[in-house]
């Protein structure tokens, strides 16, 4: 969680130095207002997706992890392995912790950069369709799993789209945290073998 932190206070900071002079608060940019029919429809739309999507990504992780595992290292395993040794242990600190970093720290900064700078950026220069997907696989390569490449752009690609519908964070960082403690939840309790 340190890292995260640290991640977060430094992005700030950044972004801070970097656009004081062109106020981007006041051209609309880093919105977190959240209106509660958007609330309504990302939330049926995790519902929906979440359940869908996680065995076909879950796979497609799988798969791409074990064609490369030999090439690359996969930080995730790291991850599960800790939070399964704090579970065993019965560490709930330090699974709270993880869940922090997890849920509320990383979303917030990931989606700060990525959809809020990032993607913010691109969009007064390139077409939509070339934002999102340099975004998308900008924040995959962050995550730089061997299989985690494509299901993270995926999940990604929602997000942008998310903020490209609502001109607002509040949308993708729901989303963003929601899918972020499902798979808390399944590796914690069902057993899943890796954090997409």
């Known amino acids: 969680m340190g890292l995260e932190v640290l991640c977060a206070c430094l992005a700030a900071a950044v972004l801070f130095m970097g656009l004081r002079q062109s106020k981007p608060m006041a051209a609309g940019h880093f919105r977190y207002s959240l209106d509660p029919g958007v609330a309504a429809s990302v939330a049926v739309l995790a519902l929906v997706m979440y359940p869908l999507a ?13 064609a490369l595992s030999l090439q690359l290292p996969d930080p995730g395993a790291l991850l599960v392995a800790q939070l399964r040794s704090c579970q065993e242990g019965g560490q709930g600190g330090a699974l709270a912790l993880h869940a922090a970093a997890s849920v509320l720290v990383g979303p ?8 809020g700078f990032f993607l913010a950026s691109l969009t007064r220069v390139l077409p939509l369709p070339a934002c999102v997907a340099a975004s998308s696989l900008g924040f995959a390569a962050l995550h730089a799993g061997p299989g985690c490449l494509l299901p993270i752009a995926l999940l990604s690609a929602a997000c942008d789209c998310l903020y490209l519908r609502t001109a607002s964070l509040a949308a993708p960082l729901l ?8 798979q808390l939840a399944a590796i914690l309790w069902l057993g899943q073998d890796a954090f997409v």
Do not use: K
């Open 54 to 66: 996680d065995p076909l990504l879950y796979n497609a992780e799988l798969a791409a992890e074990q």
């Open 108 to 115: 917030l900064w990931e989606e700060t950069f990525w959809r």
């Open 175 to 182: 989303f963003h945290a929601g899918w972020n403690a499902y």
